[in-house]
């Protein structure tokens, strides 16, 4: 019998307070600064069959909603009060676990000896083994460079650790201390829950909770359609890039046909790029995953603030995964950076978002958020550390009647940055700088949110930094209806010294006593025309620091003098001006001069020829074809308006290449 719904909206909110009841605790008790202080964790009920039923709104990483706990769970069959299930296989899992320094626990709540539901937590470790320390690198080839894999199995028994299973982890990792205190924070955490759990249960009974489980997810798809519904029926194509993939130059695409039918949305990712040998790959398994939908879940919340988070929020959405592709690597292909691709994806949806209701949805966010991870001496010289320095996000997209949120746009989380205190006093790292960026948000009617500066300084030799996931080097945050893309990404050693160097995209950089390393995050892209904008609002961008004097009249065609708006300047500025395009989209130079060359037809075309091939060998031979035609990708860093400057010349070559393919 479904639940009453004057029952069911209180059991939607006492089961959600469950969830934050374990998120805070674990906040309290975890001895990660980056758990404890980034929320780089999150706590979860799921059924008996492992779908979320109850997921925490305000602590802890907001991504994950859609949630498959069921493939771990049918493989850890026998279950007892006290047991608890660890693994991080993301292959084994089937996505659950997506990729190996995310530990992942489900613990099974009993009642009367039934089994009523699990609880499930995850967070990240700073370091879980592998080829270099925190783990992960996009230049980890295979999963088994990125760490120890622990598959489904038992944590706890009856009650009890399995000493044996903490030892294996604590012998595999370069922060064994903290990786215990923390297992053994999250257990304890997650033994709450079992508590509040009989004490619902003993209110309402047990039928009525498990009954709620399913009833709050029914009404959370219901819930979720109409707001799909919102969306015109039809077909939505969109693409966008990855800079690379740190082992060859070629921009890495993604592509999405999303299709709408009366609040039903399908995602077809056919003519997204293949599998790469690096760590740019996310394990879906070819299933519906929290990594290709946070951008529909982000569009529900919006529109429907009170529904219920839960998995039946994905229920009216299908997808369509390609098998070898890097939305669906085959095993053992690593999957580290995960996180890169997803975020490009989440402008992908995006975009198609934007054609089909621009008054509903923004510009393109910053497009990369950056973990800054330093590895070395501790702070006294001897233990070494590795550390998560901290956590650097950008702007978002303006909308229709709004700007940007300056520096908070690129996540698809719900994660904090780290305190520099705390930072400084457990690493020898000074935060020298941690800035909004002037000049880095696109231009529009509705400017884009700023970015971020974070500079930090290096007081040991020996040292190593990564800043990994990071990407938006080549292209820039796009702009929408007339509104113009944002700054790129910048990584500078030393910046403002007379060895500053220019270091784009690091993997692992060697750092000694006294260096700097500076991380600028682009903002979001603007909304509507940049004269359109009142030159009023540009004048308080100039005296927050967020526009420049040179930026207010090259993007805006404002002219500010002793602070305040030379109102026949700006007149006279404007114009001369052309209008902005009517555009869907505000690409930048970049971008167009690329897909002038490599359009959406052939690219299609490549990638269908190449899935012809085994999945293991279509990058390398996409790789050879590509650069032996255009020998100019083989250069770092190259710019597509240097190298294709013979766009005729340029496309012959491509249609000749895939004639022979």
Not at 368 to 391: K, N
Not at 564 to 573: G, K, L, S, Y
């Amino acid at each position: 019998m479904k639940t009453d719904p004057v029952l069911l909206e209180i059991m939607s909110h006492t089961l959600a307070s469950i969830t934050d009841e374990i998120g805070y605790t674990v906040k309290r008790i975890a001895h990660s600064l980056y758990i404890r202080e980034a929320d780089d964790f999150t706590s979860a009920l799921v059924t008996v069959e492992g779908k979320v039923f109850a997921y925490p709104a305000k602590v802890g990483v907001s991504l994950f909603v859609d949630q498959d706990c069921g493939p771990t769970i049918r493989l850890v069959p026998d279950v007892e009060p006290g047991d608890v299930i660890i693994t991080n296989h993301p292959y084994l899992s089937e996505g659950m676990a997506s990729h190996l320094p995310d530990l992942h626990f489900l613990v099974p709540y009993f009642d009367a000896g039934r089994l009523v539901c699990y609880g499930w937590l995850y967070a990240h470790f700073s370091d879980v083994g592998g080829r270099v320390p925190g783990s992960l690198s996009p230049s980890n080839v295979d999963l088994f460079q990125e760490g120890l894999q622990i598959p489904p199995m038992k944590l706890c028994r009856r009650g009890e650790f399995v000493q044996d299973t903490l030892a294996l982890i604590a012998a595999n990792t370069r922060t064994p201390t903290s990786n215990i205190g923390d297992i053994r924070a999250l257990v304890a955490a997650a033994m709450i829950a079992q508590r509040r759990i009989s004490e619902v249960i003993a209110k309402y009974g047990v039928d009525v909770f498990v009954q709620s489980q399913y009833d709050l997810i029914e009404y959370a798809g219901l819930r979720a359609r109409d707001v799909f519904r919102r969306i015109p029926d039809g077909d939505y194509d969109s693409w966008d890039y990855m800079d690379d993939d740190l082992l060859c130059n070629i921009p890495v695409r993604l592509r999405v046909r999303m299709s709408v039918r009366d609040g039903i949305v399908e995602l077809d990712f056919t003519g997204t790029d293949p599998q790469t040998p690096s760590a740019y790959n996310i394990p879906s398994c070819g299933k519906r995953n929290h990594w290709l939908t946070p951008r529909l879940m982000a569009f529900v919340v919006t529109y429907d603030k009170d529904i219920p988070r839960n998995s039946g929020l994905f229920d009216p959405i299908h997808v369509k995964v390609p098998k070898g592709s890097i939305l669906n690597p085959e095993y053992p292909a690593s999957v580290g950076l995960r996180a890169t691709p997803a975020t490009r994806l989440g402008d992908v949806i995006l975009g198609a978002l934007v054609q089909a209701v621009p008054e509903l949805v923004p510009a393109a966010p910053c497009g990369t958020a950056v973990p800054i991870v330093f590895s070395g001496p501790g702070r006294d010289g001897s233990a070494p550390a590795v550390l998560i320095v901290q956590w650097c996000d950008g702007g978002s997209g303006a909308r229709l009647g709004f700007d940007g949120n300056d520096g908070r746009g690129g996540s698809n989380a719900n994660m904090s940055n780290n305190p520099i205190e705390t930072v400084e006093d457990g690493s020898p790292v000074v935060v020298e700088s941690y800035a909004l960026r002037p000049d880095s948000a696109g231009s529009g009617r509705w400017r884009g949110g700023v970015g971020i500066t974070v500079t930090v300084r290096i007081l040991c030799d020996g040292a190593s930094v990564l800043a990994r996931n990071s990407d938006r080097f080549r292209f820039a945050p796009w702009g929408a209806c007339g509104g113009r893309f944002a700054a790129n990404t910048r990584t500078v050693r030393n910046l403002g010294r007379d060895d500053e160097t220019e270091i784009g995209k690091i993997d692992q950089l060697e750092l000694a006593a006294g260096d700097t390393l500076t991380m600028m995050i682009p903002g979001g892209g603007g909304y509507g025309d940049p004269l359109d904008r009142d030159p009023l609002a540009t004048v308080v961008d100039v005296q927050r620091g967020l526009v420049s004097i040179e930026g207010a009249l090259r993007d805006y065609g404002v002219v500010v003098r002793d602070g305040q708006v030379d109102v026949a300047a700006t007149e006279r500025a404007r114009a001369g001006r052309a209008r902005a395009s009517d555009a869907c989209l505000g690409l930048d130079p970049e971008r167009v001069a690329w897909e002038a060359v490599f359009d959406d037809e052939s690219m299609n075309m490549l990638v269908a020829r190449l899935e012809r091939l085994p999945a293991g060998q279509r990058w390398a031979t996409r790789k050879r074809l590509l650069e032996d035609a255009f020998p100019g990708l083989r250069t770092r860093g190259f710019k597509p308006t240097e190298v294709f400057s013979d766009v005729e010349g340029a496309r012959n070559k491509l249609a000749a290449l895939l004639a022979r393919l």
